[in-house]
């Protein structure tokens, strides 16, 4: 067996490229189960997040493969070849991982349609300019196992760019809806940007796999608690979450508005489970065009939702509900409407 000398101790060369790459095989072969076992988030962000790891557990692969390269002398066999493909692959994998990335943002924020075929054929020129000119070094050549860049070495990284800027402009849009989800995305473009600085310009090893190992994996956490803090239907914050901040909120003076759909019975009757969903969806909508500007919405019970003000005053609170008011006329449904002010203990 191959064996390298490390800090005077003799390691196994396939045992040393596994610890190379321990968070990476690790926190991917972990977070495949923790993703295909939840039943709380999406589907198909859970379907995105299993690829995304499944994805860089081979990034993880081809990385150590390359590092075992490294150690053979020039007469391996195609070691030149070998070399320049698995970059090509690597770097192929990682824009397949911030395209899922992508998508897992896109179930919860659509991009616009031209967005997401734009995103997908620049995903499918840059693979193929990888692999097509991984053998004439324009991108990327080895010169004594060092990675030298090529003419059009620029390429790849303008690909990474453009991801990392669909990515800040979803932020933009989701942040006021969901501020614990931006974060985690922010978290991600910054992550990212870090590791690719660092991988190619100071040529560093394993940055890129491994820190979107972990940053991904932060994000699926994130993700997870947050559905348990929502409600399934209308992604409102639920009844937990309402009376959570109520506690924390107890030596604050707030002001409650609760509004309850009265009609409900009525689309159960007439349109089943379907019409019960759409009239429910239906109102939360138009609550979070009046009032998310002023405070936090609640479905707290069935027919029943809150919206918890801090700082508005109570005539935009009125404001705010008239307007609701008005808008809620214009459909079939009826509401009954209440305001509480709560005085700090």
Sequence with gaps: MLKIRYMNITIPIGQYIFVANFETFSISFIMVFAVFLNKIIHKKQLRYFGESFICLFLCGVIESFLFYLSFQNDEFPHKNVLQNFSTA?????????????LEIINVTKPFKRFHRISFYILLGISIT?????????LIFSYQDNILQLGPIWFLPLITII?????????LSFNFKKN??????????????????????????????TNALTIALAFYFTCLHVQYFRHDNLTMLHNRKTYF??????????????????TNLDFFINTSGVDGYEMAIISVANQMQYAFEKIGRIYRTRTNEMKVLCLKPTQ??????????????EKTSYM????????SAR
């Design 162 to 170: 453009i991801y990392v800027v669909l990515m800040i402009l979803s």
């Design 244 to 261: 959570l901040d109520l506690k924390k909120l107890s030596k604050t003076d707030v002001t409650i508005v609760t509004i309850q759909i």
């Design 335 to 342: 509401v009954h409407c209440d305001i509480e002010h709560r």
């Design 179 to 208: 501020i614990w989800d931006s974060i985690s995305i922010l978290f991600i473009i910054i992550v990212t940007i870090l590791a690719t600085s660092l991988q190619f310009a100071l040529h560093q090893d394993f940055l890129i």
């Design 89 to 101: 692959l690597l770097l192929s994998g990682w824009q397949i991982i911030l395209c899922a990335i």
């Design 315 to 328: 005539e935009e609170v009125s404001c705010a509900l008239d307007f609701f008011k008005k808008n809620i």
């Design 129 to 137: 300019l990888n692999l097509l000119t991984c053998a004439n070094g």
